[in-house]
């Protein structure tokens, strides 16, 4: 064990998941906030255990090859963008290095075939989606930024390198909005006050700005009054809504919404679809990377005219669309039901009629439809971070579609998803890391898995004519493939 609040040097030998740096001090493991591969550090030891310690970065006595200076001043508090202190390329090679790791360990894949991640020209202001707590700070004072890491103190921002940069201006709007009329701001700690979370969402490509405002109360003093300081300072403003959480939770958004001005909605495009997207609906928050991750999955997907097609959480339909393109019939399922309202209507506006959604549980409306004779040819599925639920592979696996186009946003339960097709009778043929997130450990990974192919020997012996002129003919090794 190392001695808590002692300072050891430290090098940097690895990564762990939160992109935190594991060093080693003579063979002892140590975890260091911001360290770097190659790095030797000075750390102080915070936390002491049996088999591992904790220590805060005080001092880089050498400097890994690798490191850059990030844009952001508050990098290393804000617990938003872990690696921005790496560079770019670096970040995808370790982002790869993940999904070969978590392939191989957990999903038992053999030397899997992985490709190099795809990376950003640009990686920065690609958010089109930002979530502001606001809250009291140690003066009692109301403060609005991001949460530090592994804590709910607030660090207080002006401007973030990710998010877009519309949101600059929507913090300052609403920062003064607070302060001109005394708005009450939620304090967690005594679930007293009103103003929670300050919400936006931006269309890409039209620039169509929502702000949605969570509070605990269903009334916001002066909301008229925000609505024009917004109004005069975002040309793209097109709706303001209120979204009410009266709840002790960490959740952020609650279940009622108010639309204060607009319609509730913005609008965006990927290629010639256009999407409408609400408050509660999920929409890719990358929109540059999102058009690289889809037409990967779709290339992979190979759809024919005669294919019908499982898209498998489907969020707001925005990948079922482009599959309807080429399907003979795709069908949607998600379980928020506000999406699939936005994806029906998403058809709609797009002319899609061979498409067809349901909202409900992903292990519940999968069989049922399996159940009424609905079967698929290809199946996509996209996933949250838990992965999928074993009785939707296994309903998978029996309508034995030829292909599933497996999207992930966490490589472990990727992984563990893949064992189990495996284990149903697929084979992962490729996969491709994505980088949706950058400056972040995180990864999304787009998989190709089909039919494991079997061979077939087949030992034939012909013979002809009788007694010494009998002749025999052995014919082997005919590949006959199973389908």
Do not use: W
């Not at 300072?233 to 960490?250: F, H, S």
């Not at 004779?373 to 309903?395: F, N, Q, W, Y």
């Amino acid at each position: 064990m190392l001695k808590l609040g002692k300072e050891y040097e430290i090098e940097i030998v690895d990564l762990g998941h939160s992109g935190e740096g594991i060093g080693k001090v003579d063979g002892f493991t140590v975890f260091v906030e911001g360290g770097l591969v190659g790095d030797i550090v000075l750390g102080k030891v915070v936390k002491s255990k049996k088999n591992y310690a904790v220590a805060d970065l005080k001092k880089i006595l050498s400097s890994s090859a690798d490191r850059v200076k990030p844009v952001c001043p508050i990098a290393h508090s804000c617990g938003g963008c872990q690696i921005m202190q790496l560079n770019y390329s670096k970040q995808l090679e370790i982002k790869k290095d993940i999904v070969v790791q978590n392939l191989s360990r957990i999903g038992k894949v053999e030397n899997p075939n992985v490709m190099d991640t795809i990376g950003m020209d640009n990686p920065y202001n690609y958010r089109n989606k930002a979530q502001f707590p606001v809250g009291i700070d140690k003066k009692g004072k109301p403060v609005m930024g991001f949460f530090k890491k592994m804590s709910h103190e607030i660090i207080p921002l002006t401007t973030c390198y990710v998010q877009d940069t519309v949101n600059d201006v929507v913090l300052d709007i609403i920062r003064q909005y607070i302060e001109k009329y005394k708005i009450s701001v939620y304090d967690e700690k005594t679930h007293k006050g009103n103003l929670r979370h300050v919400v936006t969402k931006v269309g890409f490509h039209t620039h169509e700005i929502m702000v949605i405002l969570v509070t605990k109360e269903t009334k916001l003093p002066k909301i008229d009054a925000l609505v024009e300081m917004l109004e005069a300072k975002l040309p793209g403003l097109r709706t303001v809504v209120q979204n009410i959480n009266p709840n002790r939770t960490n959740v952020i958004l609650g279940r009622e919404n108010k639309i204060i001005y607009g319609d509730g909605i913005i609008e965006d495009t990927i290629d010639d679809l256009v999407f409408e997207i609400s408050p509660l609906s999920f929409y890719q928050v990358n929109p540059i990377q999102t058009k690289v991750l889809y037409n990967k999955a779709l290339e992979l997907a190979d759809i024919s005219s005669e294919d019908v097609v499982y898209d498998i959480y489907c969020g707001i339909g925005t990948i079922s669309l482009f599959l309807a393109k080429k399907a003979k019939h795709v069908y949607g399922i998600e379980i928020v039901k506000e999406a699939i309202e936005n994806a029906k209507k998403n058809a709609e506006r797009n002319n899609i009629e061979n498409a067809s959604f349901y909202a409900g549980k992903a292990e519940e409306v999968v069989p049922k439809l399996y159940s009424r004779g609905i079967t698929a040819d290809v199946v996509v599925v996209d996933p949250p971070r838990k992965g999928c639920e074993e009785i939707v592979l296994d309903t998978i696996a029996k309508m034995n579609p030829k292909k599933i186009v497996y999207i992930s946003c966490n490589p472990s339960t990727l992984a563990r998803d893949v064992e189990r097709l495996l284990k149903l009778g697929y084979e992962m043929d490729v996969a491709y890391p994505v980088d949706m997130f950058s400056h972040t450990m995180h990864v999304e990974t787009v998989v190709l898995l089909s039919h494991k192919k079997a061979d077939t020997h087949i030992n034939v012996n012909v013979e002809f004519g009788e007694g010494e002129g009998k002749i025999s003919v052995k014919k082997i090794a005919q590949k006959v493939e199973l389908i």
